[in-house]
């Protein structure tokens, strides 16, 4: 059994018995953990606190990784990037709760992948730090299919339709799973933007479901065992 220090992304929490949390996490050094935190949820100073491990919190762990595949342990831990809005803020929140839910359904991987870990990192003190954040989950959405391994293939973004399955714009646009029309129009004005760029994307509340849904849509087709987030309706409520 490893001790590793490394910094960790909350994707989940799970209550386990009537005092214990399972914690699952992104780790900057190995992937995906699962931790077992036993006796968090009862009242006493000090040691670990269960504030710690609200989803998408940022987070320097000490852990012993057993790496057989169960359950793990966290020695001690430490907010890494406290954040000064996301959980004051009850749009921000709805957000985060709804991207939690989808990395979680997204990364499986039990190995370090530096680059997604800083592009997760950057977007939430991002989302953090700014007020126009209508279309942020969104674009953070599309823009983690690079890091996933399916980001459009934009070679022949001139097509009138998009193929979700394939990844890759078409002119077959009576084909399954092919976006056209307003649709496409409406998922193209994400493309090849990054998060300072947002504020010059405009959608209605109508636009941003449909942008929303194809999103959703594409990571089903490409993702083994993807889940439509339970979260969703909150989103669209809260932008609605």
């Known amino acids: 059994m490893a001790v590793v220090n490394t910094k960790a992304i909350v994707l989940s929490s799970l209550k386990f018995g009537d005092t214990s949390l399972i914690v699952k996490c992104y780790t900057e050094q190995e992937g995906v953990k699962s931790y077992l935190i036993r006796g968090i949820l009862k009242a006493k100073k000090g040691g670990l606190k269960a504030a710690y491990f609200q989803p998408l ?4 762990i000490v852990a012993s990784h ?6 793990n342990a966290i020695k001690d831990v430490q907010v890494s990037n406290p954040y000064q809005t996301i959980y004051r803020d009850i749009v921000k929140q709805s957000v985060v709760l709804f991207l939690s839910e989808v990395l979680s359904y997204s990364i499986k991987e039990e190995e370090e992948n530096k680059a997604l870990f800083e592009y997760l990192e950057s977007g939430l003190i991002w989302l953090d730090l700014h007020d126009k ?8 959405l599309l823009n983690l299919t690079r890091f996933l391994g399916f980001y459009p293939d934009l070679s022949k973004i001139d097509k009138f339709g998009f193929d979700l399955s394939e990844g890759l714009f078409s002119d077959l646009i009576s084909q399954k ?10 998922f193209k004005k994400l493309l090849s933007i990054n998060f300072d760029d947002i504020e010059n994307v405009s959608f209605s509340k109508q636009e941003r479901q449909i942008v929303l849904k194809t999103i959703i849509k594409y990571f089903e087709l490409h993702i083994d065992g993807f889940r439509k ?3 969703l309706q909150i989103l669209e409520t809260v932008f609605s």
């Open 133 to 140: 954040i209508a279309n942020f989950h969104l674009l953070f």
């Open 229 to 231: 987030p339970k979260s």
């Open 66 to 71: 057993n790496n057989k595949g169960t359950l």
């Open 177 to 186: 799973n092919i976006i056209s029309g307003n649709e496409l129009y409406q």
């Open 57 to 60: 919190t940022q987070l320097n």
